[in-house]
């Protein structure tokens, strides 16, 4: 069975969420500014349409009482005063055109630079996305490898039993005394993750040597490449081994 990194998963789905989530805003920050840049347009043109209007007939009324003025000199004074005022009123508005046009430059700069810092996230997130894959299948591999390996490991070690097994049968009959007889031979749990790995093996109706043993599980082990057996044994006359 392979040994699969649930972490490394975890944590390319969360990279990959906090980035929609960053992409998401950003999105919506430059829609905002957008309408916000629009709408101060609108406003703009508005207000610069109407002043325009307004000075116009400002201008239109001063022309008329320059014509007046010029018919009737004793008003000469009055529609000059009203005439600079208007001048006034005109370079002040064409000021605040200009501060308006400002705005929109400083909104397009903002727009640009959201825009990059868009670009940005989204290259970072599919670079760390492309990286977390590359890692995974990376990993994949390498247990798949582990497995592929301790699987024939395996296989070799229960091939070797079955032989050991057959020379015992064909032996059983030459050594009388001292023959092992087992009724059932069951193949347990295998464990093929390391650094511990273990083959359950359990004997059934044993006797040897005159004693006999209703069942013997014996674990065939490795630790760090270091091998062993391991004996667990049930109710019976002596122990199963008298010396390792």
């Keep these: 069975m392979s040994n699969m990194p649930i972490s490394i998963s975890e944590e390319l789905q969360q990279l990959q969420s906090e980035a929609s989530f960053h992409a998401s805003k950003v999105e919506a920050e430059i829609g905002q500014l957008r309408s916000a840049l629009a709408a101060k347009e609108q406003e703009a043109l508005g207000k610069y349409e109407m002043l325009?209007?307004?000075?116009?007939?400002?201008?239109?009324?001063?022309?008329?009482?320059?014509?007046?003025?010029?018919?009737?000199?004793?008003?000469?004074?009055?529609?000059?005063?009203?005439?600079?005022?208007?001048?006034?009123?005109?370079?002040?508005?064409?000021?605040?055109?200009?501060?308006?046009?400002?705005?929109?430059?400083?909104l397009d700069a903002r727009l640009a630079t959201l825009s990059a810092d868009h670009s940005a996230l989204a290259s970072q997130a599919e670079a760390d996305t492309t990286r977390f894959r590359e890692e995974l299948q990376a990993r994949q591999v390498e247990s798949l490898q582990k497995y592929e390996m301790l699987l024939g490991e395996v296989q070799k070690a229960f091939q070797e039993s079955e032989e050991y097994f057959e020379q015992w049968k064909k032996t059983e009959s030459l050594l009388p005394p001292?023959?092992?007889?087992?009724?059932?031979?069951?193949?347990?749990?295998q464990r093929n993750i390391g650094p511990h790995r273990s083959w359950d093996i359990t004997f059934h109706q044993v006797s040897?040597?005159?004693?006999?043993?209703?069942q013997l599980d014996l674990r065939l082990v490795e630790h760090h490449g270091n091998a062993g057996i391991l004996i667990f044994e049930g109710p019976g006359p002596s122990p199963a081994l008298h010396r390792w």
């Design 208 to 214: 040897l040597l005159g004693r006999r043993w209703a």
């Design 52 to 106: 325009l209007e307004e000075v116009q007939n400002a201008f239109q009324e001063s022309e008329e009482y320059f014509e007046q003025w010029k018919k009737a000199e004793a008003t000469n004074e009055d529609l000059l005063a009203k005439h600079s005022a208007l001048s006034q009123e005109k370079d002040a508005l064409d000021c605040r055109i200009s501060t308006l046009f400002s705005e929109r430059e400083a």
């Design 178 to 189: 001292f023959s092992l007889e087992c009724e059932k031979i069951a193949l347990g749990e």
